[in-house]
């Protein structure tokens, strides 16, 4: 999913570093850039050049690398730069870069080129704890988003020196992923419609263990879930993405909890959806879990298997829909069911009588097999709303199908404040 420039060709990003110990990193989003068909000029800050050579950006990238408005000031540099931009991508955004940005200082041409940007403008923050914290940090990133902008909360992990903490730069190809997401989004990206939003999407597969080693699970990898979060965060939506049992890279922007059984994921969901505007199931919740676990590993008894009792796990989707009214008024519920067909019906029946027994706003009903599903990057899907609504959404990447999911909530959203 490249995105595409509004009239054809190739997506052309600026990517502006600023001065700060993360700037190697840009290298890495320069180059998943490239490879994925995007123009890209790089546009540092005279500071992010004292960590990373102008020679190594304007290799990888193909484009001269300036600094200062001075240079080729016959073509107005600042202004040519942001109004043929289709995405301004900052790795990392400092807290000064951001404060001057905030400020709409343009004392170098990275700010320059910001404040002519008419495109959409995505800021990857690193920097340290306290400085993430800072109230001063803290009212510019408030600023910026007001104004439109994507500033994708940073990762918790080890930053400069022996310290760890929230501040560390996401990893570069999820950087990079976000990037491509708001581009998908076209001219929409420039106001995103999830903005202040809290979205909730829980993800992967439950493992119910019988003991230490063996359980009983699913074959879901996590990835429509993962789609969907980073479709979040690229619409400027607050994100918590409730991982059970998946072997991706955290998407950048989302704050991860990871959870392994059905009852883990349980209270994490219900812990997130207490503030939520908008609760997307996609985890594949194991229906039964074994009634009692042991906590050695079980031995074959002559050959034969040991019965296993299974006793039921709770349904969470349902549990939301009967709460609902604990929660913030408007919350939008989403679920995902993943069908076959059988002698019960066709995947169709099937999702619409899972719609009558637990009534959420849409029912994103997928079939899995074939190449579509569990543990593949496509997927298909009809959207069933609550209001008797269907949307089809053929086959497509399980990132453009998290848009189209999207743009359903985003416009339930839209209708729901026409009404106050």
């Known amino acids: 999913m490249s995105g595409a420039a509004p009239g054809g060709g190739r997506p052309r990003v600026v990517l502006g570093v600023a001065g700060g110990i993360a700037a190697y990193k840009a290298l890495e989003v320069l180059r998943r850039l490239t490879e994925t068909g995007h123009d890209v000029r790089v546009v540092p800050t005279p500071a992010a050049l004292r960590f990373v050579g102008e020679t190594t950006f304007a290799a990888l990238s193909g484009h001269p690398v300036h600094t200062d408005v001075w240079a080729d000031a016959d073509e107005v540099a600042h202004v040519r730069i942001g109004r043929e931009a289709d995405l301004v991508l900052i790795v990392p955004a400092t807290a000064d870069l951001m404060a001057r940005a905030a400020a709409g200082r343009a004392d170098d041409l990275l700010t320059g080129t910001l404040l002519t940007a008419r495109c959409p403008v995505v800021y990857a923050p690193a920097m340290h704890t306290e400085m993430w914290e800072h109230p001063a940090t803290r009212a510019n990133v408030a600023t910026l988003r007001e104004r439109g902008a994507v500033v994708i909360d940073p990762a918790v992990g080890r930053l400069t020196g022996p310290d760890s903490g929230a501040g560390r730069l996401p990893e570069p190809a999820e950087i990079a992923a976000v990037a491509r997401a708001v581009l998908a989004l076209g001219p929409r990206a420039a106001s995103p419609d999830l903005g202040g939003r809290h979205v909730v999407v829980s993800a992967g597969g439950t493992r119910e263990h019988l ?33 059970a049992n998946v072997a991706l890279p955290d998407p950048a922007g989302a704050g991860v909890v990871r959870v392994v059984s059905a009852l883990d994921l349980r209270d994490a969901v219900h812990a997130a959806a207490a503030d939520a505007d908008v ?6 919740v194991a229906d039964f879990r074994p009634a009692k676990r042991v906590d050695h590993k079980i031995k074959k008894e002559a050959g034969v298997p040991a019965p296993v009792e299974l006793e039921a796990n709770p349904d969470v989707l349902a549990e939301l829909v009967a709460t609902r009214a604990t929660r913030p008024s408007g919350q939008l519920l989403v679920g995902f069911a993943a069908e076959t067909g059988g002698p019960d019906g066709d995947v169709l029946t099937l999702g619409r009588a899972k719609l009558a027994r637990k009534p959420a706003d849409l029912l994103v009903v997928n079939e899995v097999g074939a190449g579509l599903g569990f543990e593949v990057d496509h997927n298909a899907a009809v959207v069933l709303g609550s209001d008797g609504s269907t949307t089809t959404i053929e086959r497509t990447t399980k990132d453009l199908l998290a848009h189209r999911v999207l743009d359903l909530v985003a416009a339930r959203l839209r209708r729901d404040i026409s009404r106050v």
């Not at 009983?216 to 979060?229: E, F, P, V």
């Not at 609760?279 to 594949?284: D, K, P, S």
């Open 211 to 243: 003991d230490p080693v063996r359980f009983l699970g699913n074959s879901s990898s996590g990835r429509q879930g993962y789609a969907l979060a980073r479709a979040a965060v690229a619409r400027g939506a607050r994100v918590t993405l409730v991982a």
């Open 279 to 284: 609760v997307v199931m996609t985890a594949a």
